[in-house]
């Protein structure tokens, strides 16, 4: 079965990466939630997309305790992401500035996730091989996917070599013979961030693993009426 994981949560309805988008993903019955991590000054694991908050501050800057109140701790969002298991997507873009390339956040995440024990509900993810690579280093009880764009030889090969058991590739750019070959690999697929119904329908008939979506009302709905089909 193709698994609904809620991007930012259900960020379709609620503010994205806030505790009311992990709460209502729930309520509507995405299996995961997918959720951004970052640092602050102090040292603290926040919630959030982008490196600067909307005013223009910078998060790695910023101390915990002066964040916006829709900024959510880390230890907060997985409470709220009760139910569901949690996509954890750590942030360390070399052009970001909160670029960290020791990849404390990875183990400290680790530390977090080992303390709550339930190592099937957590799931990360980076654009930063590195990173990942890290994360699977230190908490080799965790399963690891490589964010990518392509789906293609090179990534599916470079996600095999380095024991990563998912590759997490941009939906546009996923298709049929590039997801049985990552298959055949033996690689799970989740793609991300798919709203269109259309193109829902044609990633679950193809065997795709999970579908990150704004609007995880919508997949549960077109996965419903792909198993009515079948």
Known sequence: MTLVIAHRGASAAEPENTLAAFTRAVALGAEGIELDVRRTADDRLVVHHDAHLPDGRVIRRTAAGELP???PTLEAALDACAGA??????????NDPDHDPSNWVASRVATELDRRGDAAR???SSFNLATVDRMRNVAPFVRTAWL???????????????RH????????????????AAHVAGLAVNTWTCDDPARMADLIAWGI???????????????ASAGTRA
Do not use: S
Request: hydrophobic share 45%.
């Open 209 to 223: 693993d999970g579908i990150c979506t704004n609007v995880p009302d919508v997949a549960l709905a077109v996965r």
């Open 69 to 71: 109140d829709h900024v």
């Open 165 to 180: 058991p998912a590759v997490h590739p941009y939906y546009e750019l996923v298709d049929a013979d590039g997801l049985r």
């Open 122 to 124: 957590w799931l990360i």
């Open 85 to 94: 298991f949690v996509h954890i997507e750590i942030k360390n873009d070399p």
């Open 148 to 162: 990518t764009y392509q789906l293609d030889t090179e990534v599916i090969a470079t996600a095999a070599a380095h």
